[in-house]
């Protein structure tokens, strides 16, 4: 009653999605992906019941529709469609001015994000890979609060010292202006996703994992303008379905990564499994391929997730990224070597590894490491990048430049 009232209230009719809550239980029916993606998009418009949103969740759970690669398609393109508007053209100009083109990378913006739930409690391997990748290309970091660890990447970067970012200055508005300032950026979600506010108290209430936790890191807020990205999934069995989605959307960078244990992202452990987006000729068919990588491909040792999960709260994770992002951490500490294969990947998917030559800046010895490993890929070379990345002080550059704007911006 009380979404119908909101509903009416903003001049939207209530929506009533029982007939094809009836066509999903029992699952003998066919329910199209369009069909669900509809009922979804008027989540964000709370024209839809609690209890009819709750049900509906659900139905997606048990039936594992969530799963299938044309419902996740069709639900993240309905959650863009929903989410506040980019300035594209601004954003383009200012991308344009700044990106370097290196390799195959064409100076564009590029993620690295988990579906999260995978219950390992990893430190934050994804953000502080971001923070790295930014000191080579441009970073569109998408991510929220926790819901399922201690520490979510938004928790981690508030408390960040000696000075934290203001998030909330990151507004769809001001994006440009913080990529004029630094190749690093922050896309908290609810600024971006506001419709997600009527479907985030439901999602508390129910105990499992939602389609949303899968549609969120398919929805980056600047999808129009992202070159490549990295999706850690915590299933094997969701790799296949993020490819296809990805790809019958018309992505042409991207690479989906599981550890072997479902962890939702490369691990240090051991095998890892890769689903990687791949043109057959340049500007051509898109297909996945598929391939599985193990640290000794990035040259780095293997290490028991034991001693890399920290178990932490943000507080304390701040204090290690920041010590990561001094290099005061051994070059071989497990931790530092899983964060480098994982900033590795994102270097690989963007394409900057392809160069034949490297000049970084100082302490680039330009000896670019050719060799080629699972994949095709330049996997070593990518960790020689992050190397430099950490050594050379630019990530910690990029990254004081991003506190710096953010702080001008929301002051």
Same mark, same amino acid.
């Given at each position: ?18 007939? #094809?809550? !009836? %066509? *999903?239980? =029992?699952?003998?029916?066919? /329910?199209? $992906?369009?069909?669900? @993606? ?117 928790? #981690?970067? !508030? %408390? *960040?010292? =000696?000075?934290?970012?203001? /998030?909330? $200055?990151?507004?769809? @508005? ?238």
């Amino acid at each position: 009653m009380a979404s119908q009232t909101a509903a009416a209230s903003e001049g939207l009719p209530p929506i009533d999605i029982k007939p #094809l809550l !009836a %066509k *999903m239980w =029992p699952n003998d029916a066919q /329910v199209t $992906a369009d069909e669900i @993606a509809e009922a979804i998009s008027h989540f964000f418009t709370n024209q839809v019941t609690p209890a009819q949103t709750a049900s509906l969740l659900m139905a997606l759970h048990f039936t594992q529709m969530d799963f299938k690669p044309e419902v996740l398609a069709k639900c993240a393109s309905a959650m863009l469609k929903a989410a506040a508007p980019i300035p594209v053209d601004e954003l383009n100009a200012v991308i344009s001015k700044r990106g370097h083109k290196e390799g195959n990378y064409n100076g564009g913006l590029c993620d690295i994000v988990g579906t999260g739930g995978d219950s390992h409690n990893t430190f934050n391997i994804s953000t502080t890979a971001s923070i790295i990748g930014s000191a080579l290309i441009l970073v569109s970091k998408h991510g929220n609060k926790a819901s399922t660890s201690k520490s979510g990447s938004a928790d #981690l970067i !508030a %408390k *960040m010292q =000696p000075r934290a970012p203001v /998030v909330a $200055a990151v507004t769809p @508005a001001n994006l440009p202006k913080v990529y004029a300032a630094t190749n690093y950026s922050f896309l908290f979600a609810p600024l971006f996703h506001t419709g997600m506010c009527y479907v985030a108290p439901i999602r508390k209430q129910l105990p499992w994992r939602t389609i949303f936790n899968n549609v969120g890191p398919l929805a980056n807020p600047v999808e129009d303008v992202l070159e490549a990205r990295v999706i850690g999934v915590g299933r094997k069995d969701l790799g296949p379905a993020f490819a296809e989605a990805l790809r019958s959307v018309g992505c042409r960078k991207a690479m989906i990564v599981c550890g072997d244990e479902d962890l939702d992202e490369l691990s240090c452990a051991g095998k890892s499994h890769v689903w990687m987006l791949k043109e057959r000729t340049p500007g051509g068919e898109v297909y996945v391929d598929y391939f599985t990588v193990e640290p000794s491909d990035f040259g780095v040792s293997a290490h028991a997730l034991t001693s890399v999960s920290s178990g932490k709260g943000p507080e304390e994770n701040a204090v290690i990224l920041e010590q990561i992002l001094h290099g005061v951490m051994p070059d071989n500490d497990p931790l530092i070597e899983f964060v480098l294969i994982n900033a590795a990947a994102l270097f690989v998917v963007s394409g900057i590894c392809e160069a034949d030559s490297s000049s970084m800046g100082e302490g680039d010895d330009g000896k670019v490491i050719t060799e080629r490993g699972p994949g095709g890929q330049r996997w070593k070379e990518g960790v020689r990048r992050a190397r430099w990345a950490i050594h050379s002080g630019e990530a910690w550059k990029q990254w004081s430049a991003f506190v710096d704007i953010t702080n001008k911006l929301g002051a």
